[in-house]
């Protein structure tokens, strides 16, 4: 009967390595859009929102080519806002097909208390066995025993981003997605949980130029 006492001390393990993961995303697109007639992509700088949290000009700079890098994932040409005002002065969006706009909305270093709590585990100890004839042998036997685990402070990391892409002839957003992530026992972890949501979204628009 011990392969259910190994059973819990591994969801145990589990669950105390286990780092919680919460997210919220609002997705949309145009159903009745062609994506795959789309061959070159405007694509704007990543823009900052006053109100984001994010207050250092050099993290700006490294989100800013991150966030470039991934933009370039699809299979698209990729214009910069410079060439596609060479290319099209009179209205620069016509330089390609679509053009694209992300805002970093949100970037946050956060806390909450976690209450202290008391779990169960199974701990193995050994004790000597005396038999009839004199010998002793020893043996081992498993216990389950109160653990209690104290209050704390768990440290958090938050970011939201929004992505927008438009028709550049017609004007009108095609594709849309707004998403906020928060990790728990992150501190200051904002740049990994950027670059995650930075390349699911272009991934996602690859597959739809790919029909998808």
Not at 91 to 107: G, N, Q, S
Not at 143 to 153: G, K, L, R, S
Request: aromatic content about 10%.
């Amino acid at each position: 009967m011990k392969w259910w006492r190994s059973l819990i001390a591994v969801c145990c393990l589990v669950v105390a390595f286990a780092v919680p993961v919460s997210a919220e995303k609002v997705d949309w697109a145009d159903k009745s859009y062609d994506f795959t007639k789309v061959q070159r992509a405007l694509v704007y700088e990543l823009a900052f929102a006053e109100d984001s949290g994010l207050d250092n000009d050099l993290m700006e700079q490294v989100l800013q080519e991150d966030y470039l890098k991934n933009a370039a994932r699809p299979p698209y040409r990729v214009i910069d806002p410079a060439k596609a005002q060479v290319l099209s002065p009179e209205d620069p969006h016509l330089a390609a097909d679509v053009y694209i706009t992300a805002e970093l909305v949100k970037w946050e270093d956060g806390s909450y208390v976690k209450p202290g709590y008391t779990s169960y585990e199974t701990r193995t100890s050994k004790r000597k066995k005396h038999h009839s004839d004199g010998s002793v042998t020893e043996e081992s036997y498993d216990i389950t025993v109160p653990v209690y685990h104290p209050e704390e402070t768990v440290y958090t990391s938050t970011v939201r981003l929004r992505f927008e892409v438009y028709d550049s002839r017609t004007g009108k957003r095609v594709m849309a997605r707004d998403e906020l992530r928060e990790r728990d026992a992150s501190r200051h972890g904002q740049q990994g949980i950027f670059g995650r949501i930075s390349k699911s979204f272009f991934d996602d628009l690859g597959k739809k130029l790919k029909g998808k």
